[in-house]
């Protein structure tokens, strides 16, 4: 767990550029699947709507975080059944 009062400035600093580094490298790596066809983001378990999505959410938002488990998502909700709730008698 960390504690901001004990972190040093410098530190939170550079975890802060670091995380704003990292979601514009993936922001501009993950752009460019626009340009791939439905196969191809298929065979990377994607859709087109996944990948739009992912881009439209706010620029200080990393789509690879929210792609990760939309295709985990669509498989189990098309093969688990339906919750049912208890019936008191």
Do not use: C
Not at 24 to 31: C, L
């Amino acid at each position: 767990m960390t504690h901001t009062a004990s972190t040093p400035f410098f530190a939170l600093f550079g975890q802060m550029v670091a995380r704003v580094w990292r979601v514009s490298k993936n922001r501009r790596q993950f752009a460019e699947l626009n340009d791939w066809s439905d196969e191809q983001l298929k065979d990377i378990g994607l859709t087109r709507s996944d990948v739009r999505r992912a881009l439209a959410q706010p620029f200080y938002t990393d789509p690879t975080s929210l792609v990760n488990g939309s295709s985990a998502l669509r498989e189990t909700s098309a093969i688990a059944p339906p919750i049912r709730r208890r019936t008191s008698r």
